[in-house]
């Protein structure tokens, strides 16, 4: 893979990331804004927001046809990144108390490049420079 490739695959994760971090953030705000705990809104983002991911990775960022391989690998990469958000949400909000609105923002960012990793791996296998 040449170094365009690679910037070319980060511009639309960029996008695709942008747009399911958007959703995921706007669930667990609005979870929150309707009274709706951390704990069980993770759980509702993620089961929005992943297959939505899954589909738009490797439609429009890697290019790739879909398959249950595939898919199975961005559920490992999920269920690698669930417990991580988890425990970033955790820390905010019932550690140092800061509000959904800020966290939820804030753990996203956190776990953007884990979340690059993982999907280049689930979707196209390897990340290799000729």
Do not use: Q
Not at 3 to 32: E, F, K, P, Q, S
Not at 91 to 112: D, K, Y
């Amino acid at each position: 893979m040449t170094i365009a490739a690679i910037l070319a695959h980060g511009r639309r994760y960029l996008t695709v990331g942008a747009l399911c971090a958007l959703l995921h953030n706007l669930i667990m705000i609005g979870g929150d804004f309707v009274g709706l705990h951390y704990l069980p809104a993770t759980l509702l983002s993620f089961a929005v927001v992943t297959p939505l991911g899954y589909f738009l990775h490797c439609r429009y960022t890697f290019r790739k046809a879909h398959s249950i391989e595939s898919f199975l690998r961005f559920m490992t990469g999920v269920a690698i990144g669930y417990p991580l958000s988890l425990a970033l949400m955790i820390l905010f909000c019932s550690g140092l108390g800061l509000p959904v609105l800020i966290a939820a923002p804030l753990a996203t960012a956190m776990l953007f490049v884990f979340n690059y990793l993982s999907a280049h791996w689930a979707i196209a296998r390897r990340l290799r420079l000729n």
